[in-house]
């Protein structure tokens, strides 16, 4: 919505996903089911649902949960009806107490000037929404008449504090904030500090703080108990190194959200191979408050594993110009390949770790460059002879 005022470059999405159109896409296989859309819809289906009648002991979050055009036609039906069932009351009492027919000008009714039912309906709509009686008036004449006047009043209030508290809260919302919280499109594996990560990115882009920012994540994939019970939405949660060593985050730019793949990971035994080929998802939820409201909002994506790439790392977004630092969103997806073992952590931590291992890459890089270079002196040695 952002990028067609021309606020922002349509170089990336802002619907809590942040893509790279130079890169290139990567489409998920459409077999496998998503427990978590990238734009954070939850991907379930509740089907024989037979307690509806739970949601009616919940009104007011019925109603702020409906579409737009839900809330409005049952925004305008209430007062409609509430207006209708007055104005029948009203009718009822003129007629009762001869107000509609009276020719004696000593005769006091129980409502001036009510001489039909749309001339009770009228006064209906003036009595709930106090625009003022004019020429039609309550006497004193009826006690019921003053009766039913404090009930509509009562109802009244009742409709207008339920009804536009449900557009206020319609209106404000935490996930329309989230629309400007942004996670990168993949996610990536390679070596940190040599330890094997996954990291993703998460920025936002309003200047209005997300206070106690906290990230969670979760693999969900399919499993099975000891038992043999096959459990199809097992959800894991896996520790985070957050560059602030805490869960909480203070998002003033992007930062890189990193996962240590140790023991401890259920992508302990994933290599880059077996990564491809199993039905594993990542799901990000990023929770904070609010700074301008209060309220709590939550913003949430997926990461399959078609979008998680290995031997990559993210670009730097954050540089320092003029005494400041300058944020390049349009980097904020990029990647860029980085010498990466595609073998698992597990086998990493077998032969001793990423140091070991490049060890054991060297030592055998180098025998292979001596290889070459005897070969190539005894070529040279056979030609002279």
């Known amino acids: 919505m952002l990028s ?7 170089d990336y999405l802002l619907t809590r996903l942040a893509e790279n159109v130079q890169q290139p896409k990567f489409k998920a ?10 734009n954070g819809t939850c991907n379930v289906a509740h089907t024989n649902i037979r307690e509806q009648g739970r949601f009616l002991q919940d009104v007011f979050t019925t109603l702020v949960d409906l579409k737009w055009l839900h809330t409005l036609i049952i925004f305008t039906m209430s007062f409609l009806c509430s207006w209708l069932l007055f104005g029948m009351i009203w009718w009822l009492i003129a007629f009762a107490h001869g107000d509609l027919h009276y020719t004696d000008e000593e005769f006091v009714p129980c409502v001036t000037n009510i001489h039909s039912f749309s001339s009770a309906f009228l006064f209906s709509i003036e009595v709930q929404v106090t625009i003022g009686f004019g020429g039609r008036m309550v006497t004193e004449e009826c006690v019921s008449a003053i009766i039913v006047l404090i009930i509509q009043n009562i109802v009244g209030l009742l409709i207008n504090a339920i009804m536009l508290g449900c557009i206020f809260m319609k209106t404000a919302q935490a996930n329309r904030r ?8 993949h996610a990536v594996i390679s070596v940190r500090n040599n330890k094997l990560c996954f990291m993703i990115r998460i920025g936002d882009l309003r200047k209005s703080m997300i206070i106690s920012a906290t990230v969670r994540l979760q693999v969900v994939r399919s ?3 000891q038992e043999g019970d096959v459990v199809p939405l097992d959800q894991v949660d896996i520790h985070m190194d957050n560059p602030v060593g805490t869960n909480g985050i203070f998002l003033v730019s992007p ?4 996962h240590v793949i140790d023991k401890d990971s259920p992508l302990y035994s994933l290599s880059a191979f077996d990564l491809q080929h199993e039905n594993v998802e990542v799901v990000a939820v990023l929770e904070g408050v609010v700074e301008t409201t209060g309220i709590t909002m939550q913003a949430r994506t997926s990461y399959v594993s078609e979008e998680i790439l290995w031997g990559q790392r993210f670009v730097p977004t954050v540089s320092e110009e003029d ?9 904020f997806g990029n990647t860029m390949k980085v010498p990466t073992p595609s073998c698992s952590a597990k086998k990493l931590d077998d032969v001793g770790g990423i140091a070991r291992f490049k060890l054991n890459e060297g030592v055998t890089l180098r025998a292979t460059v001596r290889r070459r270079r005897a070969s190539a002196a005894s070529r040279r040695s056979r030609m002279e002879m």
């Open 223 to 225: 499993t099975s108990t």
């Open 29 to 38: 296989k459409p077999k496998k089911a998503r427990f978590v859309a990238k």
């Open 178 to 185: 989230a629309e400007t919280l942004i996670f990168s499109k």
């Open 4 to 10: 067609r005022k021309g606020l922002i470059p349509e």
């Open 255 to 258: 930062l890189i959200i990193c």
């Open 323 to 331: 005494g400041m630092y300058a944020v390049d969103y349009s980097k």
